[in-house]
């Protein structure tokens, strides 16, 4: 059906909500970006078309739109099926731990499980009442490291990422959330450009994606920039890096927090010996692990 008929086919929210959702499994739409399935993810869109928030009482669903928004929510939904990009960078907006983010191109879509330890405060992995210096390493669009600065407002926050456009991504969302002038960013190739100092609490979500998944990835995941997925072979190309680097700049009784995703297994087959705790997410996600600067240091040395 053309879209000029929908228009006169289609009359509530409901209707549109319901035609969507239809339509984006019809397509064969990947999710994953903030949304697990097709429903929530047209209710979303159809809501951001209305200039309505997210949360709007489905009270008011059966409302009949007017026909110039009746476009606005057919072109949005069209943009998403015939693009094939996640609906993040359509509306230039994202969700992570409570807090929204703007995201386009430049930046993976936040969604990272390390969401549900910043609500906790990493507790009971480290005493949140002595982190007062924390890192953000590969921060993209800077949701880890802002939403870190609102869970400990004490906290001297840091972040870094290789990329220019990723930082300038991080500059927008630290206006947006006021932070500007107190959350310090650096482009750096991990810690190569951070001054030395040390930090109590070291996040990060690096590329973690290795070769095989990389050819397999569907459209959505391919809108992506390639430097933030991409980690050879195994995955951890960056990781191993980052190990090697990381304990000039984490306190011994500091934590480093490390997102590795499906690279999980190539991790503890390349370091069965490392004492790392994998996370068990609440409300799903996993392939996170922990390990104290105390621990890995002792690791580096047996195994130089």
Same mark, same amino acid.
């Given at each position: 059906m053309e879209q000029h008929e929908l228009k006169h086919t289609l009359h509530n929210l409901k209707d549109y909500i319901r035609w969507g959702a239809s339509e984006f499994n019809r397509q064969q739409l990947v999710f994953g970006h903030g949304f697990v399935n097709a429903l929530d993810e047209v209710a979303y869109l159809v809501l951001h078309a209305l200039a309505l928030p997210h949360d709007w009482p489905t009270l008011y669903f059966d409302a009949v739109l007017t026909e110039a928004e009746r476009e606005q929510v057919l072109n949005l939904l069209m943009k998403r099926i015939y693009t094939r990009k996640p609906a993040a960078y359509l509306t230039h907006?994202?969700?992570?731990?409570?807090?929204?983010?703007?995201?386009?191109?430049?930046? &993976?879509?936040? !969604? %990272?499980? *390390?969401?549900?330890?910043?609500?906790?405060?990493?507790?009971?992995?480290?005493? =949140?009442?002595?982190?007062?210096?924390? &890192?953000?390493?590969?921060?993209? %669009?800077?949701?880890? =490291? *802002? =939403?870190? #600065?609102?869970?400990?407002?004490e906290a001297r926050v840091v972040a870094s990422d290789v990329s220019k456009d990723a930082l300038d991504v991080a500059r927008i969302n630290c206006s947006k959330h006021g932070l500007e002038d107190y959350l310090l960013l650096y482009q750096s190739d991990l810690f190569e450009s951070i001054p030395a100092q040390k930090f109590d609490l070291i996040v990060s979500n690096p590329p973690y994606v /290795?070769? =095989? /998944?990389?050819?397999?990835? %569907?459209?959505?995941? @391919?809108?992506?920039?390639?430097?933030? &997925?991409?980690?050879? @072979?195994?995955?951890?190309? *960056?990781?191993? !890096?980052?190990? &090697? #680097?990381?304990?000039?700049?984490?306190? /011994? /009784?500091?934590?480093?927090?490390?997102?590795?995703?499906? %690279? #999980?297994?190539?991790?503890? #087959?390349?370091?069965?010996e490392l004492a790392l705790s994998w996370i068990d997410f609440e409300h799903g996600g996993g392939g996170v692990f922990c390990v104290t600067g105390q621990d890995l240091k002792q690791y580096l040395n047996l195994n130089p």
């Amino acid at each position: 059906m053309e879209q000029h008929e929908l228009k006169h086919t289609l009359h509530n929210l409901k209707d549109y909500i319901r035609w969507g959702a239809s339509e984006f499994n019809r397509q064969q739409l990947v999710f994953g970006h903030g949304f697990v399935n097709a429903l929530d993810e047209v209710a979303y869109l159809v809501l951001h078309a209305l200039a309505l928030p997210h949360d709007w009482p489905t009270l008011y669903f059966d409302a009949v739109l007017t026909e110039a928004e009746r476009e606005q929510v057919l072109n949005l939904l069209m943009k998403r099926i015939y693009t094939r990009k996640p609906a993040a960078y359509l509306t230039h907006e994202a969700w992570f731990c409570g807090l929204a983010f703007y995201v386009d191109e430049r930046v &993976l879509v936040p !969604r %990272s499980p *390390i969401a549900e330890m910043i609500d906790n405060h990493f507790e009971p992995w480290i005493n =949140a009442g002595r982190v007062t210096r924390i &890192l953000d390493c590969c921060t993209g %669009s800077g949701c880890i =490291a *802002i =939403a870190c #600065q609102y869970a400990f407002p004490e906290a001297r926050v840091v972040a870094s990422d290789v990329s220019k456009d990723a930082l300038d991504v991080a500059r927008i969302n630290c206006s947006k959330h006021g932070l500007e002038d107190y959350l310090l960013l650096y482009q750096s190739d991990l810690f190569e450009s951070i001054p030395a100092q040390k930090f109590d609490l070291i996040v990060s979500n690096p590329p973690y994606v /290795d070769a =095989a /998944d990389m050819v397999a990835l %569907s459209e959505e995941f @391919k809108a992506e920039p390639e430097l933030g &997925l991409a980690a050879g @072979k195994d995955g951890l190309d *960056i990781v191993e !890096r980052m190990l &090697l #680097q990381v304990v000039d700049y984490l306190e /011994d /009784d500091g934590l480093l927090v490390v997102e590795v995703g499906n %690279s #999980q297994a190539a991790m503890i #087959q390349r370091h069965p010996e490392l004492a790392l705790s994998w996370i068990d997410f609440e409300h799903g996600g996993g392939g996170v692990f922990c390990v104290t600067g105390q621990d890995l240091k002792q690791y580096l040395n047996l195994n130089p």
